[in-house]
């Protein structure tokens, strides 16, 4: 374990993805900034197809060695105090969230620069697979293009 | 010799496999692999373009697949492009 370690906590889970552990992770008495950020089921879809749910898959080992090197990123860029990041696998329905990204340092511009470094960062680099489920019954994988 | 290749999402989809056991010459590439993968599994050819390979879980960039020699004890996947968050 690096000093780095202690910092980053990322989590890929079947179960809700959920703020409060992260926030909780996050948070020490010398952080004045903790920044919060929620990846939510949409709907329409990229295609502007009535969404029912997303669907996560990931190539597991390699997407959390992924996600410890960007939240390592992030704290030597930013001087961040700790980064946690969870993501869901499964099936995830409209409103809930996929992803939590929780930065904290203590002034608040470091959390929210390192905040968005890690969300850009991750949706770039994890294997992480995301599925749009129609309402229709029917399905596409997404591509990076079609996200924003 | 026999390598492995985990697939996931489209291509786990398109083949209904999540692991291929493909057989190709000793001191193969991935370039190599790449031409393989296309005429084993015609329906993934239009979609391989877009997709890398990791290698120990390190993705390896398509402009570097010809230098890149396999070694079969070493764990071999098929990126499709991340769609995460």
């Known amino acids: 374990m690096d000093e780095h370690d202690e910092k980053v906590h990322v989590l890929l889970t079947e179960d809700t993805v959920r703020l409060e552990p992260g926030v909780t992770f996050a948070t020490l008495p010398s952080t004045g900034a903790v920044a919060s950020f929620l990846g939510v089921t949409r709907s329409p879809g990229h295609n502007g197809k009535p969404v029912d749910h997303l669907y996560f898959e990931s190539y597991k080992s390699m997407a959390l060695k992924v996600l410890r090197e960007v939240g390592r990123e992030a704290v030597e860029a930013h001087g961040l105090s700790r980064v946690h990041i969870s993501h869901g696998l499964g099936n995830v329905g409209l409103g809930a969230a996929s992803l939590c990204v929780v930065v904290s340092s203590p002034h608040r511009r470091e959390a929210f620069r390192g905040l968005e470094q890690v969300v850009d960062a991750l949706k770039s680099r994890a294997p992480i697979f995301k599925k749009e489920v129609y309402s229709d019954g029917t399905s596409q994988w997404v591509e990076p293009h079609q996200c924003k | ?85």
């Open chain 2, 1 to 85: 010799m026999q390598i492995k290749l985990k697939l996931f999402a489209y291509p786990r989809e398109l083949l209904s496999a999540s692991e291929l056991e493909i057989t190709i010459c000793e001191g193969a590439t991935l370039l190599d692999l790449r031409g393989a993968l296309i005429t084993l599994y015609p329906t993934l050819a239009s979609f391989l373009p877009s997709c890398s390979f990791a290698l120990s879980e390190e993705l390896i960039q398509q402009c570097k697949e010809g230098n890149t020699t396999i070694d079969p004890t070493k764990e071999l996947a098929l990126i499709p492009p991340v769609s995460g968050g």
